[in-house]
């Protein structure tokens, strides 16, 4: 079976500081990979996703970025953070991102930016 | 307008009744439709997937879909307390991109 893990899951971060998050899938090869923000009490904005190695498509244009160095590892990072990057960070996966293809959510990274 | 409404809620229920939930979305290329439960703070989880108009059930969930109308809902029979958290609906297009909702707040209680 699939599995999809998201490190840190807490983090509480400095206004300036940089940023790295890290999700892995595992169980799967050439997934489709997403990464979410989630404000309190609104719904899943999107940030990036990757249909493969090296390949990221932006969104939404901000102080984030991503990349994806090995089929399964999907990075988010920032070399300065704001007040408004505060967060829940969510990487989702997709087998090959056709309308039909269901996504399913790692656990999150609860980013807090002071 | 919203890509992906939803009822803003909160909504609450009594244990043991059927809580409803609805979204309507934009955008007519749209193709599948997805309904997650959140937890608070934890991720969204798949409760069900429609692809075609009509009733999907699974348990105690039934999806309704009517894409002339471009409405999608949720019922949830029996409701239980366990069912209290926030209901997201996600749209996706041919293109394989998902638009969600803001999600619907349902409280259930005993």
């Known amino acids: 079976s699939q599995t999809i893990h998201q490190w840190p899951a807490t983090l509480v971060q400095p206004v300036g500081s940089p940023l790295s998050l890290e999700c892995t899938v595992e169980g799967t090869s050439n997934p489709n990979l997403y990464w979410y923000r989630q404000a309190a009490g609104r719904g899943l904005q999107l940030l990036f996703y990757s249909v493969g190695i090296g390949q990221i498509s932006s969104e939404v244009p901000q102080n984030l970025s991503a990349s994806r160095p090995q089929d399964r590892q999907f990075i988010l990072s920032s070399k300065k953070l704001l007040l408004s990057d505060s967060g829940f960070y969510l990487c989702a996966w997709t087998r090959d991102g056709t309308s039909t293809d269901t996504q399913y959510f790692g656990p999150g990274t609860r980013l807090t930016v002071l | 307008q919203k890509e992906v409404e939803q009822n803003s809620g909160p909504l609450s229920v009594p244990e043991g009744a059927i809580a409803s939930l609805n979204c309507t979305y934009s955008d007519r290329g749209s193709q599948s439709f997805f309904w997650y439960r959140q937890y608070s703070g934890k991720s969204p989880e798949l409760i069900m997937s429609?692809?075609?108009?009509g009733d999907k059930e699974d348990g105690r969930f039934t999806a309704q879909l009517n894409k002339a109308s471009q409405y999608v809902s949720l019922l949830i029979r029996d409701s239980q307390p366990s069912d209290s958290a926030t209901y997201l609906c996600?749209?996706?297009?041919?293109?394989?991109?998902?638009?969600f909702g803001d999600g619907t707040t349902l409280t259930v209680k005993p």
């Open positions: 429609i692809y075609s108009n």
């Open positions: 996600a749209v996706k297009t041919n293109a394989g991109k998902s638009t």
